[in-house]
């Protein structure tokens, strides 16, 4: 860009220093938007379009703008956690997504995983030896997201293994959970008393909390576009 604007009149009458900074000024730029393309491509996040600023803030989605706001100056300062509930379709995945994206915009690094992959991914490492060198890395990222927890029932093995990733991360970074499950099923929803115990302490009572509630908003933009349909065949004919 700044070749290019060597033919400009305005840029060839700055001084030497003037078009020397603006050199700079361009490099940085480029060097953090490249570092930013790099980072959004390792997050494996799937919707790589979700905006905090496309989520629907209405009061009965049980969402408040400032509130959201607020949070998200604090979490990753004060290494908090975020857990977000609510039914089948009332936009938990995005909403984890856009916060995940947000943050990696501000200058982080960010990890998607659906909770069943990421179990998947641990039982590799297992078999390579490798769970140790897995479990570090995955300390290291400054934003963990789990999608889509508590779906599947959980073996003793699993849970000691979500104990392990959450132990492995306070001090380090943010972990962003999704689930269908309310907060207060979570207890019984892990089989060993013990780990059931551990973990909510360590996860769950010093996070933030989002409660989502609503009609899913799959069905709402099904609505929607099922009307603009019969509007435009209405017109048609």
Known sequence: ESFLRQSDLTYQSLSFDERLFDLLRSEDIFRLNKKITYNILQSKIKNKQARLEDLDYSSSRGLEKKSLSQMLLNYIPNKKNIIITGPTGTGKSFLSESIAL????????????RFSRLLEEVDLSKLDSNYSNFINKISKINILVIDDFGINPLTSSQSSILLDIIEERIGEGSTIISSQLPIADWYNYFNDPTIADAILDRLVYSSYKIN????????IKSKDFSNELNSKMSLEN
């Open 102 to 113: 947000k943050s990696i915009y501000d200058g982080y690094t960010a990890k998607y995983y």
């Open 212 to 219: 989502l509630k609503g009609e899913s908003m799959r069905k």
